[in-house]
């Protein structure tokens, strides 16, 4: 979908229309959930803190997020997709894959999936047609707003090779700078190198951007694809400074954990705490269970277990995080595993 949340808030307030707005909390900390097109010329972006934004464009409308409205939509979005194929992968809200290799014309189903979701939803949606999932993404973004790109084999290679690297899929500003002190500007500088370099630089990455620069992606669109976790997320308007404070925010973190948890039906065995401190280092500690994490005490007890003093060190907190992971069968032990790590 084309700036998704941003489309829907403007569709809903035709006010709104032709203005710069980005969806955000309008707090000293809140970040940009999404942001018209308008307001992306002048350089504001997901993900941006919202006091950022405000410094690039001064007249950006800000609005607040109505994510029930957003899964409504999405709703009748899917619905759409289910008509053309059983085949279809959700990645988020407002984006999946679906394979179409059943039809005459992948590019004939994309022009009636885009009027469907027009005519239903009254948004805009951007599609990209190609023979594997790396091409589709990549021709997808090529030509936004309601955009329709068909990459064919005969094509792949010189489109590649024309990129610049940020324009793949997975990397990041932090990816492209270290990309660009390897000299790697474009999809050719990628093709160019060795398997063992591109690994050397860029540990298990590396072998993904070896075969995306030779357009390989062997990977099927798979409709039941299981969710890798659930989780929840606050970030604070001043640091918590001192660790009974910071504990004394687990649960109202877990209160709205354990809600997402029953409405996502999922019931997984590991917690994630993330910790972020004032200085944006982030850390993360997990802890497994030998039961499914649904009940709230339970929950709270293993995240205290988790928050100690000595992780803490005393720096200032910026954001508390936690998720449920490893959606898998019970071990037979029963017994709780402690699995630490950290980035």
């Not at 009027?115 to 948004?123: G, H, S």
Request: hydrophobic letters at 40%.
């Amino acid at each position: 979908m084309d700036a998704f949340y941003a489309s829907v808030e403007i569709r809903d307030q035709p006010s709104l229309r032709g203005l710069a707005v980005a969806v955000a909390h309008q707090s000293r900390r809140g970040v940009v959930l999404t942001a018209s097109y308008e307001a992306r010329a002048y350089g504001v972006r997901s993900a941006m803190p919202t006091s950022l934004a405000l410094q690039k464009c001064p007249h950006l409308t800000l609005v607040p997020p109505r994510m029930e409205v957003y899964k409504r939509v999405s709703d009748v979005i899917r619905g759409v997709f289910v008509r053309y194929t059983d085949l279809v992968e959700p990645l988020s809200l407002d984006e999946a894959y679906l394979d179409v290799s059943q039809h005459p014309s992948g590019t004939l189903i994309a022009r009636a999936i885009k009027a469907d979701i027009q005519r239903e939803a009254q948004l805009t949606a951007s599609a990209g047609v190609s023979f594997n999932k790396f091409l589709a993404k990549l021709a997808s973004d090529l030509h936004k707003p309601n955009g329709l790109t068909v990459i064919r084999p005969e094509e792949a290679d010189a489109l590649i090779a024309s990129l610049p690297v940020e324009a793949f899929h997975g990397v990041g500003p932090a990816t492209k700078s270290r990309m660009h002190e390897h000299q790697l500007f474009t999809g050719a500088d990628l093709k160019r190198q060795t398997l063992s370099d591109l690994t050397r630089w860029f540990g298990a990455q590396g072998a993904h951007f070896h075969r995306i620069s030779h357009g390989i992606d062997d990977r099927p669109v798979d409709p039941d694809r299981e969710r890798k976790s659930v989780g929840v997320e606050r970030t604070y308007e001043d640091d918590l400074r001192h660790f009974a404070e910071i504990q004394a925010a687990l649960p109202g973190l877990v209160a709205l954990l354990i809600p997402r948890l029953k409405r996502a039906e999922y019931s997984g065995r590991s917690l994630v705490l993330k910790v972020k401190f004032a200085d944006r280092s982030i850390l993360t500690r997990r802890l497994t269970s030998g039961l499914p994490l649904t009940d709230e005490a339970r929950v709270l007890s293993l995240a205290r277990e988790l928050l100690t003093p000595e992780l803490l060190a005393g720096r200032p907190v910026r954001l508390l995080g936690l998720s449920v992971q490893n959606q898998r069968p019970a071990s037979t032990s029963g017994a709780q595993v402690p699995l630490f790590s950290s980035s």
